[in-house]
């Protein structure tokens, strides 16, 4: 069964990066026909989609996000992670690593991961 | 970003009711559309992809329908363990994000 793990700091200061890895277990993030992305909620609010990528390598990011966020992919580990430069208050999120097959709805997601800022 | 709206923000329902809750978008998105349950402290799960289709183990209770700009997610007969937040998710283009409507709350009468 499909698995998402996400980890990283939990704390992270104004200005500086964010770092969160997904790690994927009963399943590769090689295979192709999904993309594999990242997800937010502030507390109390909605979610936010925040971009995604594909066994190719390809990326694509929120517009609202695009300039602050890299999203990568370590196949040798099984791996995605994000980035988040230069963060504000406003990034402080539960943030949940995601499978879409393509075509369709995200539909596995990780327990999610708190940051604070 | 394609700016998604989604009505009512909260509904209140009883057990055994019909609900319905709309969801529209700022641009023709065809039916690149899904709905998602979330329950407090818990990952969203998926209901409903392509505005329509009922994702595998999930009740027949739901259903959705809708094309271009407007879209609708029922669930027939409310049952207790569907007291969550539901939300509406467009995926229509990469290039200009997939954006989430803001939420529909649907709480106990």
């Known amino acids: 069964q499909l698995q998402l793990q996400e980890s990283g700091p939990g704390l992270v200061r104004p200005s500086e990066t964010l770092s969160l890895t997904c790690t994927v277990s009963g399943g590769s993030i090689s295979s192709s026909g999904y993309d594999w992305g990242w997800i937010r909620q502030p507390p109390g609010k909605g979610l936010e989609w925040i971009g995604c990528?594909?066994?190719?390598?390809?990326?694509y990011y929120s517009p609202s996000l695009k300039s602050r966020v890299t999203i990568s992919a370590d196949t040798s580990k099984n791996q995605l992670s994000l980035k988040v430069n230069s963060v504000t208050a406003a990034d402080a999120a539960l943030y949940y690593c995601?499978?879409?097959?393509?075509?369709?709805?995200?539909?596995?997601w990780g327990q999610g991961t708190t940051v604070t800022v | 970003d394609i700016q998604m709206t989604q009505s009512p923000s909260t509904l209140s329902a009883s057990v055994g009711d019909r609900v319905t809750i709309t969801c529209r978008a700022g641009q023709s998105i065809s039916t690149w559309l899904a709905w998602y349950q979330q329950k407090p402290g818990k990952a969203p799960k998926l209901l409903i992809y392509k505005a329509s289709s009922l994702e595998s183990g999930v009740p027949s209770r739901f259903s959705g329908s809708g094309s271009g700009t407007e879209f609708t997610l029922t669930i027939s007969s409310l049952q207790p363990d569907d007291f969550a937040t539901y939300y509406c998710?467009?995926?229509?283009?990469?290039?200009?994000?997939?954006?989430f409507g803001p939420g529909t709350k649907v709480d106990i009468k």
């Open positions: 990528i594909f066994h190719s390598g390809t990326t």
């Open positions: 998710q467009q995926y229509n283009s990469f290039s200009e994000g997939f954006s």
């Open positions: 995601v499978r879409r097959p393509v075509g369709y709805g995200a539909d596995v």
